[in-house]
C-alpha cells in the first residue's frame, strides 16, 4: 500500500455549495474530509488550491461492445429502436466494426468514459458478454444487476424474463435495468402497462429512454419509486425527439445521463451534459441548474444502481473522485461547460488512472507507468496505452482509423 494521500484546499460540492477542504485517502478508501488536515512527513501531499474535486462521474447507460465510428443515421427518423438497429446492422459501419476484437472494442468504450472523468459506467448486457472484461479496464463497469433488454414485443432474449429478473433483484438488493419505450410506435407506448402487468415496476426498475410518456406514465413511475435514465442526444439522433425529462422531474422522479452507445449517441458524457442542458433550454426556455445536471451523474446514479450512500465523497468509501480545472470561480459549481482538457485528474480504487502531467508523481508515487499525449492542447498522462489500442485498431481494419470519443493519436 502507498503512503496517505494528501490533497489540500480543493473546492467540494457538498450540503448544496461549493467547499474549500482538504482532501485524504489511502489506498482504496477516503480516510478524512476537513476544513483543514495537519499534513505529516508519512503523507505524500498534493495542493489542489483553485481546483474542484468532484465523485467520479457515472455514465448510467453505454453499450461498450459498440464503442465505434462513424455515427449511423440521423436523417432517416424512426418510430422504434429496431428499425435503427437493423439499419446499424446493415451498415458498412457495422462490418468494419466486427472486424476489431470485442476485448478492443470495451477497452476504447473504457477509455472515452475516462478522458471525460467518468470512472464507472453502466454497460447495459448480459452478464455473459461483460464477464470476461470485468476488473480489467480502466473505468469500473456496473456489475451487480438483473436485466431484460427491452418490454414488448421486439424485445431480445436477455435474461429470464422481467416478472423472474425483477424478483430477483427484489431479492438480492439490485438494480433492475431496461430499455422501456424506446420508441414512438404502439409498442412503445404500451410498454409501461406491460411492464406493470409483470410486476415489474418498482423501486428497483431502472427505466432508460421512456420517450413517448406523458404526465400519466410519469406519475405512475414516480409513484412506483423507479429511476429514469436521460438519453437526449441518442433520442434526437435516431427520434428526432427526446423524453418530456421534465414532467420525471417535477414529480420527483431520479433521473439519470447516459450517452448510450457510439452509433446515435454522443461522444461522451461530457458532450452529453452540455446537449442536455441545451436540449431542456431549448425544449421548456428554462436553465437546468448545474446542481440538477450534477445529481445525474453522481448521486442518483448510485440512488439508481444501489451502489451504497449517495454522497461518494464521505470517509470509509472508495477513492473514486475526479479533479477538474474549468478555470472558473471554485465557488461555482460547473458541469454543463467542461471539455476533455478540464478534467485534471481522475482516481479510481485510490489509483491515478488519467491526469495533467503535472500529477506526474502522483502516478510516480504509485509505480505507474504512463504513456503522454495531448487533448486540446493540454499534455495529460494516462495509465495504460491508448495510442497502442488505436494502431491495434487501425491494424484490424487496414487504415488509420479516428474516433472522435478519443484524441487523435
Known amino acids: 500500500m502507498t503512503r496517505p494521500i494528501l490533497l489540500q484546499s480543493a473546492s467540494l460540492f457538498r450540503n448544496g455549495k461549493m467547499e474549500t477542504m482538504d482532501f485524504l485517502f489511502t489506498g482504496e478508501t477516503i480516510t478524512n474530509i476537513e476544513s483543514s488536515i495537519s499534513a505529516s512527513k508519512d503523507m505524500f501531499t498534493l495542493s489542489l488550491k483553485g481546483k474542484k474535486l468532484y465523485p467520479g462521474f457515472i455514465n448510467s447507460h453505454d453499450h461498450l461492445l459498440a464503442s465505434y465510428l462513424p455515427k449511423v443515421g440521423g436523417t432517416e427518423k424512426h418510430l422504434s429502436w429496431l428499425s435503427y438497429d437493423n439499419l446499424y446492422k446493415s451498415s458498412g459501419v457495422f462490418a468494419e466494426r466486427q472486424q476489431i476484437d470485442p476485448e478492443i472494442l470495451y477497452y476504447l468504450g473504457a477509455y472515452k468514459n475516462v478522458f471525460a472523468g467518468v470512472t464507472s459506467v453502466f454497460d447495459?448486457?448480459?452478464?455473459?458478454?461483460?464477464?470476461?472484461?470485468?476488473?480489467?479496464?480502466?473505468?469500473?463497469?456496473?456489475?451487480?444487476?438483473?436485466?431484460?433488454?427491452?418490454?414488448?414485443?421486439?424485445?431480445?432474449?436477455?435474461?429470464?424474463?422481467?416478472?423472474?429478473?425483477?424478483?430477483?433483484?427484489?431479492?438480492?438488493?439490485?438494480?433492475?435495468?431496461?430499455?422501456?419505450?424506446?420508441?414512438?410506435?404502439?409498442?412503445?407506448?404500451?410498454?409501461?402497462?406491460?411492464?406493470?402487468?409483470?410486476?415489474?415496476?418498482?423501486?428497483?426498475?431502472?427505466?432508460?429512454?421512456?420517450?413517448?410518456?406523458?404526465?400519466?406514465?410519469?406519475?405512475?413511475?414516480?409513484?412506483?419509486?423507479?429511476?429514469?435514465?436521460?438519453?437526449?442526444?441518442?433520442?434526437?439522433?435516431?427520434?428526432?425527439?427526446?423524453?418530456?425529462?421534465?414532467?420525471?422531474?417535477?414529480?420527483?422522479?431520479?433521473?439519470?445521463?447516459?450517452?448510450?452507445?457510439?452509433?446515435?449517441?454522443?461522444?461522451?458524457?461530457?458532450?452529453?451534459?452540455?446537449?442536455?442542458?441545451?436540449?431542456?433550454?431549448?425544449?421548456?426556455?428554462?436553465?437546468?441548474?448545474?446542481?440538477?445536471?450534477?445529481a445525474m451523474i453522481t448521486e442518483n446514479p448510485r440512488k439508481a444502481f444501489r451502489l451504497g450512500n449517495p454522497n461518494a465523497l464521505m470517509p470509509g468509501l472508495k477513492s473514486d473522485f475526479i479533479v477538474v480545472n474549468d478555470e472558473k470561480n471554485p465557488s461555482t459549481l460547473n458541469v454543463s461547460n467542461l471539455h476533455w482538457k478540464h478534467i485534471d485528474l481522475v482516481v479510481i480504487d485510490g489509483y491515478p488512472i488519467y491526469g495533467s502531467v503535472e500529477f506526474l508523481s502522483l502516478f510516480q508515487e504509485f509505480g505507474l507507468g504512463t504513456e503522454e499525449f495531448s487533448i486540446e492542447g493540454k499534455n495529460k498522462l494516462v495509465a495504460g496505452s491508448p495510442k497502442k489500442l488505436m494502431k491495434q485498431v487501425s491494424d484490424s481494419v487496414g487504415y488509420k482509423k479516428s474516433l472522435a470519443f478519443l484524441p487523435n493519436f
Request: glycine share 8%.
Open 124 to 294: 447495459h448486457i448480459p452478464h455473459f458478454v461483460q464477464n470476461p472484461f470485468r476488473g480489467i479496464l480502466p473505468v469500473k463497469l456496473i456489475s451487480d444487476y438483473t436485466l431484460a433488454h427491452s418490454v414488448g414485443n421486439y424485445s431480445l432474449d436477455w435474461g429470464e424474463g422481467p416478472a423472474l429478473e425483477y424478483r430477483m433483484a427484489e431479492h438480492a438488493n439490485l438494480p433492475f435495468v431496461t430499455h422501456l419505450a424506446e420508441g414512438l410506435d404502439d409498442d412503445s407506448k404500451q410498454s409501461l402497462r406491460y411492464l406493470e402487468k409483470m410486476d415489474a415496476l418498482g423501486a428497483h426498475s431502472v427505466l432508460v429512454h421512456c420517450l413517448p410518456f406523458g404526465p400519466k406514465e410519469a406519475d405512475k413511475i414516480a409513484e412506483k419509486g423507479a429511476s429514469v435514465v436521460w438519453c437526449p442526444t441518442s433520442n434526437l439522433h435516431i427520434f428526432g425527439k427526446t423524453t418530456n425529462i421534465k414532467l420525471f422531474l417535477e414529480r420527483g422522479v431520479n433521473v439519470c445521463l447516459g450517452t448510450d452507445s457510439s452509433p446515435s449517441g454522443s461522444s461522451h458524457l461530457l458532450e452529453e451534459l452540455r446537449t442536455a442542458k441545451s436540449v431542456y433550454f431549448g425544449m421548456y426556455g428554462d436553465e437546468l441548474p448545474e446542481s440538477t445536471l450534477f
